[in-house]
């Protein structure tokens, strides 16, 4: 983490908030599109995204069970300096699927201001924004249960269950939203791994999802997002059962193919956000420049073979680590065949100006240097056929990491926890 909070602009920071429940809207509208999502994924040719396809195929066939969707969503956005000097918001991506933290960023929050107030450091306090990202999930996902149980009717106990990976390494996060959840609320969360879905998991003709005897109101994705959760065919199966079930799924498979950065690139297309969205202005406003990869893109390669500094190359991937940059990135376009190209997206670099930071690392060495933050907002959305039931800003995620560092989050042991400090823009 970082021993005081970063500077971030007030402005940027009330438009970032803003566009979280704008966001929440704008992903649930495109996954009632079954013709977007599959059209929009139709050319990528990544065995991982193709194997949810599948899926998504498979639930539209069978007719979807549940019409109660549910995502915890988290937009993060960089601050770029433009070329006279301004500064603007940019996203750098939308997570529909296992958003972490709301715990972590909460504590770091609190801690930051602590910290301040006990060392009486020069810094205003009134600037430190409150940030209940914890709460308000929780909130969200007692919601969610309580509109099961009541639509459901059913008798028995009744739980939410948190799809994890085996040896889970961000437990920490993970275990005080089922401490927050069972004070709060008296709801028990249970953890299976896909694996565990797969071979204890049953449904009845309903569709009504039991595992260990106990009946699963919602299933909440903090797994699911890699291909390194899928081992074996053991996971997929996991994953289908669940999908074709009647828990509520945050997010559902909809949702989660929403987040691939191949629809997140088509977004900078001509009426797509149009098609989708109120509030078109304001969502075009943070979005960085967007390219696809497909057969006959020769224009954009071109370009990024020309001045690759200022381009990144992007999977369809969840997670820090995967991005491709400088020599990698080029090698990868004169190398890869046009169908493994599609499978990629370009994005225009964001030049953030870096900030003074210190940073605790591991066994607390304390690290005194320059960095750039990336700022996130949770979103907890609910819906079902009749239009939304809740559509909330739930919190903020800050981190920094040193400025020399290209790619690579909090879990990739890159990125450090932080909290903003608002300034004056």
């Not at 009541?150 to 275990?175: C, F």
């Not at 997929?236 to 950065?261: D, F, V």
């Not at 400088?326 to 065949?337: Q, R, T, W």
Request: aromatic share 8%; proline share 4%; glycine share 8%.
């Amino acid at each position: 983490m970082t021993l005081t909070p970063s500077p971030f602009p007030k402005q940027s920071y009330d438009t970032a908030v803003e566009l979280s429940t704008i966001f929440n809207s704008f992903v649930h509208n495109q996954s009632l599109d079954s013709d977007f999502i599959l059209t929009s994924l139709k050319n990528v040719d990544d065995h991982f995204t193709k194997k949810l396809m599948d899926i998504y195929r498979n639930v539209l066939e069978e007719g979807i069970k549940q019409t109660v969707s549910m995502g915890i969503h988290r937009s993060d956005y960089m601050l770029h300096v433009n070329s006279d000097g301004k500064i603007s918001l940019q996203q750098v991506e939308l997570n529909a699927i296992s958003a972490a933290f709301p715990y972590l960023g909460t504590m770091v929050s609190k801690l930051h201001k602590y910290l301040i107030a006990r060392n009486n450091l020069d810094y205003d306090l009134n600037r430190l924004p409150e940030n209940h990202a914890l709460t308000n999930v929780c909130n969200g996902l007692a919601n969610a249960h309580n509109i099961y149980c009541n639509k459901s009717n059913r008798s028995g106990k009744i739980v939410i269950m948190m799809v994890v990976q085996p040896g889970e390494t961000n437990s920490a996060d993970q275990r005080y939203i089922e401490y927050k959840l069972w004070e709060d609320h008296g709801i028990f969360i249970r953890r299976k791994t896909l694996a565990d879905i797969s071979q204890r998991a049953t449904t009845d003709d309903s569709g009504f999802l039991m595992i260990d005897g106990e009946e699963v109101s919602v299933a909440y994705l903090r797994a699911g997002y890699t291909p390194r959760d899928y081992p074996s065919e053991v996971e997929w199966e996991g994953r289908q059962k669940l999908e074709s079930s009647m828990a509520i799924k945050c997010p559902n498979i909809a949702y989660h193919l929403i987040g691939t950065k191949k629809i997140q690139q088509i977004w900078s297309q001509k009426s797509v956000v149009e098609k989708f969205s109120n509030n078109p202005e304001i969502l075009r406003s943070c979005f960085a420049g967007l390219y696809s990869l497909d057969e006959g893109e020769d224009d954009i390669i071109e370009k990024v073979l020309q001045s690759p500094q200022d381009y990144v190359m992007k999977p369809q991937r969840e997670g820090g680590g995967n991005l491709m940059f400088g020599d990698n990135m080029v090698a990868a376009l004169k190398n890869f065949s046009a169908e493994e190209r599609a499978s990629y997206i370009i994005m225009s670099r964001i030049n953030p100006e870096p900030h003074q930071c210190y940073f605790v690392r591991a066994g607390g060495v304390l690290d005194i240097g320059e960095g750039v933050s990336e700022f996130g907002t949770y979103g907890v959305f609910i819906a079902d056929d009749s239009g939304e039931i809740e559509n909330t800003f739930a919190g903020t995620l800050l981190r920094t990491k040193a400025a020399e560092q290209e790619d690579g989050g909090v879990a990739a042991g890159v990125a450090l926890l932080d909290s903003p400090y608002l300034i004056d823009q």
